[in-house]
């Protein structure tokens, strides 16, 4: 299977990176919309940047024309226009009667003339054609004239204006009617087309921006989303599906949460788009808004994504927790029928006595109603005793006491059962508990017993191979046996040793003489004993010792045999030519001293787990080809135990650390019992 990139840094990159095609995704789609709003984008207007070739300059004119009329259709109404329309008359009057005016008209109806232009005001008779040419030198020009039933405009798409939208003829009839219109599409005059213009010249570039960054942010939505998907639940050199918090929120509330925040979002997007905003105040808006938009919907999403692949999409959804809820009620009907019985019995007993006292004012039913609530309030209370007394017998079993036993005779019927029940449990552990101690105790005694045995014949053995050694042998082979024989005794011996002694301190059979001990000066002493072990196998001891006493609470035989022993692994078992690190410091109420080595075998291969190395007859030479024979550890664990302390065991590759953590020396009474007990 192909190796993925899910780390933590990945998937940082591709939330941000979404969360940024978000932002310019919903900044190009605001913008088009804004613009398409502000009748800027037109599809023809996407291949030109000039104002006077665009449908923005179409709509403008147009919208010129409906105020035109409107405004011409006011005039000829003259005295019989309402003061709404005398209100919309003087707005239009000061649309089209500037003194500096881009837009010139020339309307006749009825063999009436009426003109924007001061210079021609007043006069009745006027030539189409001589006007038309003086609007044409103005640039653009339109010409309607139903009289001769004349049309032309130099406007592109202007003639759609008048013949195909619906209702102009409202206002410009097909009979009896000219207009002319110019405007100086030099733009001299800084009316309302002017600043059509210059808000198309300001606006229009963005059109382009806002297409290309919409098509690109939406490429890169896309990946970036099936990445997350893909990534959502793994980690980085691991198979399995890990959840978050927001996982384990039910999947219906989850869901709801989300549809509501999402709707309120919508709404506020809804009353921003319905702001008219400039190009600044939209992108910061419309940014926020995604952005806010977008972490709802990742949280949501790959949250349902997770469900999803760890399969939990159903166990954790409130239809699964009810429907389990309720097959449980069922599996245990005998239990909850007669919960719910005693509830309705409640219920309906509270109801007849309330009805009786409140409604009916009987002062019987109002006893009565008090009564019952005394009685319910005692078996309450009696429950709530009994389960105390429960409580306290199981609290006494947990904390070791096993023959403690809970007394029945006061409890009543459930209660009762579950304390016999549970007095049963204990009496069973305390039987299983007392067989165990006695497997252990006859252990002990065998492996004393056996090494007892061992030892008479093995005297023997030493003794003659040190007569035998005291001969004179010329033979050099005969001298190696005897040699041998002396090494391998002399093992033997440590052995049975070792084993009683091992039994010993497992059981509990050693008396501990706890004193007032310096460890700094100990184990300076215990060092300088290993010095040739140590120079024989070229190893430098790096020694980090306080400058001042470190006061114990120890027993200072049994202490020097387990740093002594921890000495002798490190000679045995380090790696030649390396360094050996001792330090001892004290912190807070405890002194530590641990020792370091490179191992001259891999641990981390001979040994599965760090904690066999404290068992018995477990060597980290599991070939054996060394000296040794498992149980130094193990002594070493247990004397530390009995002492009040705690030895640790850690391995790095092949880095063995060894540390002894034991009680400061206090003046105290207290430390000596705490010993004593341990």
């Given amino acids: 299977m192909e190796k993925r990139s899910y780390g933590y840094g990945m998937k940082m990159t591709g939330l941000i990176l979404h969360s940024f095609f978000t932002i310019i995704l919903t900044i190009s789609v605001f913008l088009l919309v804004a613009l398409m709003n502000k009748n800027i984008l037109e599809l023809t207007d996407i291949g030109t940047d000039d104002f006077l070739s665009s449908g923005y300059y179409l709509k403008c004119m147009e919208q010129k024309c409906n105020d035109l009329s409107d405004y011409l259709h006011l005039t000829q109404k003259g005295a019989l226009r309402t003061a709404e329309d005398d209100k919309r008359y003087l707005q239009y009057t000061n649309e089209f009667k500037q003194e500096y005016i881009n837009f010139c008209y020339w309307y006749k109806a009825d063999g009436v003339w009426y003109t924007n232009q001061p210079d021609m005001e007043g006069q009745e008779e006027f030539d189409t054609q001589t006007i038309l040419m003086e609007a044409k030198t103005m640039g653009d020009y339109l010409l309607y004239d139903m009289e001769n039933k004349e049309f032309g405009t130099n406007i592109r798409g ?35 087309l002017y600043e059509a213009m210059l808000e198309y010249e300001r606006l229009h570039p963005w059109i382009k921006v806002s297409i290309a960054g919409g098509l690109i942010s939406l490429v890169g939505w896309i ?78 999403y790959l949250s349902m994504v997770r469900r999803l692949k760890a399969e939990v999409m159903w166990e954790n959804s409130l239809v699964c927790w009810l429907g389990r809820g309720l097959e449980k009620t069922f599996r245990e009907r005998s239990v909850t029928v007669q919960v719910l019985a005693v509830f309705a019995v409640h219920m309906i007993v509270c109801f007849v006595f309330a009805v009786g006292a409140f409604y009916y004012k009987n002062v019987l039913a109002l006893v009565g109603l008090l009564l019952f609530s005394g009685i319910e309030a005692y078996a309450m209370l ?87 050694k005291l001969e004179d042998i010329e033979n050099e082979r005969v001298k190696n046996y005897v ?42 002493q215990t060092g300088g004993e290993f010095d040739e072990k140590f120079e024989t196998k070229e190893l430098t001891i790096v020694t980090k010792l306080p400058h001042q006493a470190v006061y114990i609470w120890s027993d200072g035989r049994h202490l020097y045999r387990v740093i002594e022993n921890l000495y002798n692994n490190a000679a045995k078992y380090a790696l030649e030519k390396t360094r050996v690190y001792v330090e001892v410091q004290a912190e807070g109420e405890t002194a530590v001293f641990s020792i370091k080595n490179v191992s001259e075998r891999s641990l981390a291969i001979e040994n599965s787990s760090v904690e066999d190395l404290t068992e018995r007859f477990i060597r980290g030479d599991s070939s054996r080809t060394t000296e040794g024979h498992g149980l130094g550890l193990s002594i070493a664990k247990n004397l530390t135990a009995l002492m009040g302390g705690k030895l640790a065991i850690s391995v790095d590759g092949d880095l063995f650390k060894a540390a002894i953590e034991l009680p400061l020396y206090q003046g105290q009474d207290e430390v000596k019992e705490k010993a004593d007990k341990n």
Avoid at 224 to 253: F, P, Q
Avoid at 274 to 294: E, R, Y
Avoid at 495 to 520: H, R, W
Wanted: aromatic share 8%.
């Fill in 158 to 192: 202007f003639e759609n204006y008048f013949f195909s939208g619906y209702g102009t003829q409202m206002y410009w009839p097909l009979e009896d009617v000219v207009l002319v219109i110019g405007v100086d599409t030099q733009f001299p005059a800084q009316d309302d």
């Fill in 223 to 300: 990946l970036t989303l099936v990445y997350l998907t893909l990534a959502a639940g793994h980690r980085e050199g691991e198979e399995e599906i890990h959840l978050s918090h927001v996982d384990k929120i039910k999947t219906e509330i989850l869901i709801a949460g989300f549809v509501f925040l999402t709707s309120e979002l919508m709404m506020l997007i809804g009353k921003s788009g319905g702001k008219d905003w400039d190009v600044s105040g939209l992108l910061v808006a419309s940014g926020t808004i995604s952005f806010l938009v977008d972490a709802l919907f990742l949280i949501f």
């Fill in 382 to 468: 009696r429950s709530a005793v009994e389960h105390y007394q429960i409580l306290k017998g199981v609290e006494e079993i947990a904390g070791g006491d096993l023959s403690a036993k809970i007394d029945v005779e006061e409890l009543h019927g459930e209660d009762r059962k579950l304390a016999e029940t549970i007095n049963n449990i204990g009496a069973g552990l305390l039987h299983a508990v007392d067989d165990s101690t006695k497997n252990e105790r006859m252990k002990a005694d065998l492996i004393t017993n056996v090494s007892h045995d061992i030892k008479t014949p093995l005297t023997s053995i030493i003794n003659y191979v040190n007569l035998i």
């Fill in 483 to 524: 040699r041998i024989l002396d090494e391998k005794s002399q093992r033997l011996k440590q052995l049975t040793e070792d084993l009683v002694e091992a039994s010993k301190v497992s059981s509990g059979n050693v008396k501990l003489d706890m004193q007032k001990i310096d460890i700094v000066e100990l184990v300076c």
